[in-house]
């Protein structure tokens, strides 16, 4: 297993020494498993609303995507030579940061952002872990969140480097458009996270994590829109359909793809054995679909685990001295071509039939509007519209970004039911109408 120091193992605030019978890793893993953000994930939207049931059948939440991704990780860390529980803290913290309404609340929120620096899930995330979740206080009354280690911390930053709009000196930061993982008010425990790591460099955990990230949420993604009739079996053999996923794959997930490559390796991936020719949702066909999805993630992530290995001439990989903190950087995740448009194929497959229909379209316009509304109705009686612990934020603020910052942050903590619930709840009692239910 790889060499973790006690650079790796360090806390930004310093703690008594916990149970001897536990890792450092360990402790991260149980303070993320028992937070209060983690467990409001399960009633955030992974791709439908989690209300919003076209069947029976219950699909995945923020939550049960988190779980599964963490199951998937852990295993692919521990064959890899990493150390499973940093790597499954990694998986479970990686969508702490996502605000009601998924991708589509990020939009919103960024939008009323703009003012404060923006909005991005990603930075949300290592804000949350830092500074908004309640665990430790430091002696002068500062929350340093769950103060978990700097090797954690790390694992979680997949997009090491601040907004493309930060210029300050001394701090990588992102092209325009691109994710980053931190806001210009919380560049001090960045520095202190990244402290002896290259600039731009994401650690293997932190790979290992967004592997994981991909092929839970691509191949469920599919699960679920099969189980829900959104897809249909038929539909996936049809040549057209196909090409017309290609396309949507090639614009949304694999811009350096041609429709050609992508087309032939659709029909093959369609054309495995496992692959039901039909779907009727009995018991047989529900265990059909669950074999499938266990062989898609299995291929995934044994192809991943093969390619590194034959990358770097061992198994598992090793880390390697150099430095504080460098055995993280030691070696790089390698996903076969092949392998990775495959699983962009299926995220595609759940962009069409689910994400590009109209009537979700909609659904998405007037969740962007409630947000919107949301904030309005919060700054308009602020500080007491707040919650107590990001009401003293705002009071403290040293300037409007500040306020601003902690509205956002009261919205990015709600649950898709919540923000609906403060909506009614507020413009009730500024006497606006409540149009959302």
Not at 92 to 99: F, K, N, R, V
Not at 302 to 329: F, I, K, L, N, W
Not at 340 to 361: P, Q
Request: overall charge negative; glycine content about 8%.
């Amino acid at each position: 297993m790889a060499r973790y120091d006690e650079h790796d193992q360090a806390r930004w605030v310093p703690e008594p020494p916990g149970n001897p019978e536990r890792s450092a890793f360990e402790r991260d893993r149980a303070r993320v498993l028992h937070s209060a953000s983690l467990r409001r994930l399960a009633a955030k939207t992974q791709v439908v609303t989690p209300t919003d049931y076209s069947s029976p059948h219950s699909p995945r939440t923020r939550l049960t995507h988190s779980l599964e991704c963490a199951q998937i990780g852990r295993e692919m860390g521990k064959i890899l030579g990493r150390d499973p529980d940093l790597v499954e803290t990694a998986c479970l913290a990686h969508d702490l940061g996502h605000p009601p309404f998924g991708h589509n609340g990020e939009a919103a929120l960024n939008e009323m952002a703009a003012g404060c620096g923006g909005f991005q899930g990603n930075a949300q995330n290592l804000r949350l872990l830092t500074r908004l979740e309640a665990k430790v206080i430091t002696e002068d009354g500062r929350s340093a969140g769950l103060n978990l280690t700097r090797a954690a911390l790390d694992a979680v930053c997949k997009y090491p480097w601040a907004g493309s709009t930060c210029r300050l000196p001394g701090v990588p930061h992102a092209r325009d458009g691109q994710p980053y993982c931190v806001y210009p008010d919380d560049l001090a425990v960045f520095h202190w996270v990244r402290e002896g790591a290259p600039d731009y460099a994401v650690s293997f955990e932190a790979q290992i994590m967004d592997w994981a990230d991909d092929v839970a949420y691509s191949v469920h993604d599919l699960e679920d829109a099969l189980t829900s009739g959104h897809v249909t079996a038929e539909a996936l053999r049809d040549p057209e359909e196909r090409l017309e996923v290609c396309r949507l794959t090639r614009n949304w997930y694999a811009g350096d793809a041609d429709e050609a490559e992508l087309a032939e390796i659709f029909t093959r991936l369609v054309g495995e054995p496992l692959w039901p020719g039909s779907f009727d949702a009995g018991l047989v066909d529900l265990a059909a679909l669950k074999r499938l999805t266990s062989a898609l993630i299995g291929r995934f992530c044994r192809s991943a685990q093969d390619a590194t290995r034959e990358a770097y001439g061992c198994r598992p990989v090793p880390g390697r001295a150099g430095g504080e903190g460098r055995d993280r950087y030691s070696a790089d995740l390698v996903v076969p071509r092949t392998t990775r448009l495959e699983c962009a194929l299926l995220k595609g497959v759940t962009a069409y039939y689910v994400m590009s229909r109209e009537d979700h379209h909609a659904t998405q316009a007037r969740q962007r509007e409630l947000i919107a509304e949301l904030g309005s109705l919060i700054v308009l009686g602020a500080p007491m519209t707040l919650e107590p612990a990001l009401r003293h934020d705002f009071e403290n603020a040293a300037d409007d970004a500040g306020r601003l910052r902690a509205v956002v942050d009261q919205i990015a903590s709600l649950t898709d039911a919540s923000a609906m619930a403060w909506h009614r709840r507020l413009s009730a009692h500024s006497g606006a109408p409540g149009r959302f239910g």
